[in-house]
């Protein structure tokens, strides 16, 4: 199931992940970085559930 959080920037983004991953406080930490990174980021978050 995917779930629908508000990263805490000025804009307010919506973002839809796995619920699963809810509890992953890096993937949730990479979310605020720079797109390039976020990737980085979430491909060894995925990667390391494998």
Known sequence: MWV???LNNPVGRRIAIPEALLSADAYL???HT???E???CRWNEF???L
């Open 4 to 6: 629908e959080r508000t």
């Open 38 to 40: 976020r990737s980085y």
């Open 47 to 49: 990667r390391d559930r």
């Open 34 to 36: 720079r797109e390039k």
């Open 29 to 31: 930490a990479c979310v």
